[in-house]
C-alpha cells in the first residue's frame, strides 16, 4: 500500500493567480497522476506525472495550464495557472502499481 | 476512458445485502475490473479487483460472469458507513501504465 499525503488540503485562490500542490507519497511508486473533481462529479484525469520527464496529458487538459512536475518516485507538484472560477475542484494525487491509492484531495475555491 | 456502465443510485436497507452491478461489455481479455468507493470529501478507496474468477475479501465480493462483460459488487451486510460512490473500473495491464480512468459510478445510500 501507499499512503499519500496532499498540501494544502483546501485554499481559496483570487482569480488570475497560481496555486501549487504538492504530493508526497511514503513509498517509491511507478506512476502517479492527477486527477480533478469538479462538484457532483466523478474523477477525470488530468496527467501522468512522468519522473524526470514532461508529463503525459489526457485531452482537454494542457501543460500551460497544468504545469506537473515530478523530480522523484515519490514526489509530485500540479501546478493550476491563471485560475478562473471553473477551477474551483477537488485536485486529488494517486500514486498507482497494480492498485490506485489516492491522497485526500485539495480543495480549490476560485473567486 | 471509462468503460462501464453502472446505474446512477441504489438503496440498500441497513443489514442487507448491496448488490451493485457493472456492464463492461468491451472489456479484453487481459483487463481487470477493480471496484472503489469514495465516500464524501475523502478520496476514493480499493475495494476489491478480479480478472476472471469471483473473488472475496473482508470488505466484499466480486461476481463476474462468464463471459466477463459484466460484474456485480456484494457488500453482503450493508452498514450506514458504506453509504458512499461506488465506481466499477476496467484496467489493462498494470505493467505497461494503464491508467484508472472513473466513469460516473453508483451512489449508494444506506438507509436505516
Redesign the interface.
Known amino acids: 500500500s501507499a499512503v ?1 499525503s496532499q498540501k494544502p488540503s483546501r485554499d481559496i485562490c483570487q482569480r488570475g493567480t497560481s496555486l501549487t500542490i504538492q504530493c508526497q507519497v511514503d513509498s517509491q511508486v511507478t ?1 502517479m ?1 492527477w ?1 480533478r473533481q469538479q462538484p457532483g462529479q ?4 488530468i496527467a ?1 506525472a512522468n519522473q524526470g520527464s514532461e508529463a503525459t496529458y489526457e485531452s482537454g487538459f494542457v501543460i500551460d495550464k497544468f504545469p506537473i512536475s515530478r523530480p522523484n518516485l515519490t514526489f509530485s507538484t500540479l501546478t493550476v495557472s491563471n485560475m478562473s472560477p471553473e477551477d474551483s475542484s477537488i485536485y ?1 494525487c ?1 500514486a ?10 485539495t480543495r480549490l475555491t476560485v473567486v | 476512458d471509462a468503460k462501464t456502465t453502472q446505474p446512477t443510485s441504489m438503496d440498500c436497507a441497513e443489514g442487507r445485502a448491496a448488490n451493485l452491478p457493472c456492464n463492461h461489455s468491451t472489456i479484453s481479455g487481459n483487463e481487470y475490473v ?1 471496484w ?1 468507493r469514495q465516500i464524501h470529501s ?5 475495494i476489491i ?1 478480479g480478472l476472471k474468477n469471483n473473488e472475496t475479501n473482508e470488505m466484499a465480493s466480486l461476481i463476474i460472469t462468464e463471459d466477463r462483460k459484466s460484474s456485480t459488487l456484494i457488500l453482503p451486510h450493508a452498514t450506514l458507513r458504506d453509504t458512499a ?1 461506488y ?1 466499477c473500473i476496467v484496467r489493462g495491464n ?1 505493467n505497461t ?1 494503464n ?7 453508483t451512489s449508494l445510500t444506506v438507509i436505516p
Open positions: 499519500i506512476m497522476f486527477y466523478s474523477l477525470t484525469l501522468t486529488l494517486s498507482q502499481n497494480f492498485l490506485a491509492f489516492f491522497g485526500q484531495g | 477493480y472503489y475523502q478520496g476514493p478507496q480499493y479487483h460512490v465506481y498494470p501504465g491508467q484508472f480512468y472513473f466513469g460516473t459510478g
